[in-house]
């Protein structure tokens, strides 16, 4: 429903100035809607480009208006530079993310944000080939994501981090003896998501529905073997259980 309402918000922006009302008010209307339109377009359409243009115009009003809180406007940067991350756009994921640890409010759900840029940064540091950064600030969220109170969202973003601590070690030392440590952060991972536990030789025990993160990461697992030259471990514990 909220992208079947993106042309008519379209429309409104393009016929805002015609509105009989002061110029601030018009200011704080536009970055309202293209904020609200920029963040349906990454987390509906999953159009990048048309996100990224729409919160960028937000970004920009905000320097005049400050309408939007500290943390309001730090997730509108922290968008940025997860939108940035998925265009390749390293330079301006440092950017974007740093900018949005600046605004840090002791809100709620500040321990996550601060974790969630980490993680950015670390991801565009990857992205740019410097594995000793990308390790360093990855390393950082994982320990700022021990302070998130919610248990749920704590053991999800520890997941997240560890999966792709695993990966880029794998990746970089593809069958070296530190491709092991890997294998170490993606078992982390399973552990924090309760998908250690192999499934498929239990499968009449399995009452509820898994989570797919548990199907994914275990393939990630299975190839980091594969490439290790471990292919028993990699077909009887891993890939075998993704299958199922």
């Known amino acids: 429903h909220l992208i079947k309402m993106l042309p008519h918000l379209d429309c409104f922006m393009k016929n805002i100035e015609v509105l009989p009302i002061n110029d601030i008010k018009k200011k704080n209307y536009k970055q309202d809607i293209v904020s609200f339109i920029g963040h349906s377009h990454f987390f509906g359409t999953r159009n990048l480009l048309a996100g990224k243009n729409y919160l960028e115009q937000a970004d920009l009003l905000q320097q005049t208006t400050q309408r939007f809180s500290n943390v309001k406007y730090a997730r509108l940067l922290s968008s940025l530079a997860e939108i940035n991350l998925a265009l390749e756009n390293s330079d301006e994921v440092l950017a974007y993310a740093q900018r949005s640890l600046k605004l840090r409010e002791n809100d709620a759900h500040s321990h996550a944000r601060d974790a969630k840029n980490l993680r950015?940064?670390?991801?565009?540091?990857?992205?740019?080939?410097?594995?000793?950064?990308?390790?360093?600030?990855?390393?950082?969220?994982?320990?700022?994501?021990?302070?998130?109170?919610?248990?749920?969202?704590?053991?999800?973003?520890?997941?997240?981090?560890?999966?792709?601590?695993?990966?880029?070690?794998?990746?970089?030392?593809?069958?070296?003896?530190?491709?092991?440590?890997?294998?170490?952060?993606?078992?982390?991972?399973?552990?924090?998501?309760?998908?250690?536990?192999?499934?498929?030789?239990?499968?009449?025990?399995?009452?509820?529905?898994?989570?797919?993160?548990?199907?994914?990461?275990?393939?990630?697992?299975?190839?980091?073997?594969?490439?290790?030259?471990?292919?028993?471990?990699?077909?009887?514990?891993?890939?075998?259980?993704?299958q199922f």
């Open 120 to 242: 950015l940064i670390g991801f565009a540091y990857a992205q740019k080939n410097d594995f000793n950064k990308a390790i360093q600030m990855l390393q950082e969220a994982l320990y700022k994501s021990k302070s998130v109170q919610d248990p749920i969202l704590k053991r999800n973003i520890e997941a997240k981090i560890n999966i792709y601590i695993g990966r880029l070690y794998s990746g970089t030392y593809v069958n070296g003896p530190m491709a092991k440590e890997g294998v170490h952060y993606m078992l982390q991972a399973l552990k924090s998501i309760e998908g250690d536990a192999i499934f498929y030789q239990q499968s009449q025990q399995v009452k509820k529905v898994l989570s797919c993160s548990i199907a994914r990461d275990k393939v990630h697992i299975g190839r980091t073997y594969c490439r290790l030259g471990q292919y028993k471990e990699a077909n009887d514990f891993y890939l075998k259980d993704a």
